[in-house]
């Protein structure tokens, strides 16, 4: 069964505002790792954790391995924050990264 | 220090045609993966490499789907006899040894009409 589910599957905020994505595991996981999906494609490394917080700029990520969850909150959003985000947990050995589905962010003015 | 190189940007092909994508890797980065991200999913691992070794390709379809990376640096996917149900973005990744971090490619997105 899917190892890694994340909520919401979309969401809307006006510029300005703020939110949190979340990752939930089925399984206890060692580490996170969170992307952002641009327009284009790319998926851009935002963070990796392996506990605690990571803050960068107007993001800031938790790993609770204990309760099997991640959060991403989102302050402050700017158009260009839209795209879809990805959280992932290494998997099968911890060699590979299992997807959640996404949380598609749009951010309207 | 360069990215993880994908080629070609795009593909667009008829059913029943071949291609193949090719990936460069971060330099020194032993382990290489191909997953595959069909439109609104997350990506789906496809095989990973351990230098030239084939880790696990348990979730490629071996009958048209082929990986190799023969030297443990650069790698090449390759769909024989495509599908419509193939279209998606084929994303490379790869990681170091002393690394759990992957990085990506920008992706190959493949349309079979």
């Known amino acids: 069964g899917d190892q890694v589910e994340q909520s919401p599957s979309a969401l809307s905020l006006h510029e300005g505002t703020g939110s949190a994505l979340r990752c939930n595991f089925t399984?206890?996981?060692?580490?996170v790792q969170w992307f952002q999906q641009n327009s284009r494609g790319s998926l851009i490394n935002l963070f990796y954790?392996?506990?605690g917080t990571k803050e960068n700029g107007r993001l800031k990520s938790t790993f609770n391995s204990k309760e099997s969850y991640s959060t991403l909150h989102i302050r402050d959003a700017q158009l260009e924050d839209s795209g879809t985000y990805f959280c992932?947990?290494?998997?099968?050995?911890?060699?590979?990264?299992?997807f959640g589905q996404g949380t598609v962010l749009s951010v309207i003015p | 220090e360069a990215g993880v190189t994908q080629s070609p940007r795009y593909a667009v092909l008829q059913e029943g045609q071949a291609v193949s994508f090719w990936c460069d890797p971060i330099?020194?980065?032993?382990?290489l993966y191909w997953y595959q991200q069909p439109r609104d999913q997350g990506p789906q691992l496809l095989v990973y490499?351990?230098?030239?070794?084939?880790?696990?390709n348990s979730q490629l379809p071996s009958d048209r789907f082929s990986a190799v990376r023969p030297k443990g640096t650069n790698s090449t996917l390759k769909i024989q006899s495509a599908k419509q149900g193939d279209t998606a973005t084929y994303l490379c990744?790869?990681?170091?040894?002393?690394?759990?971090?992957?990085?990506f490619g920008h992706g190959t997105k493949l349309s079979v009409l």
């Open positions: 490499f351990r230098d030239e070794a084939v880790i696990d």
């Open positions: 990744a790869s990681k170091g040894a002393r690394n759990e971090r992957l990085f």
């Open positions: 954790l392996a506990s």
């Open positions: 992932a947990a290494p998997t099968g050995g911890n060699n590979k990264l299992t």
């Open positions: 399984t206890t996981m060692r580490a």
């Open positions: 330099s020194g980065h032993d382990t």
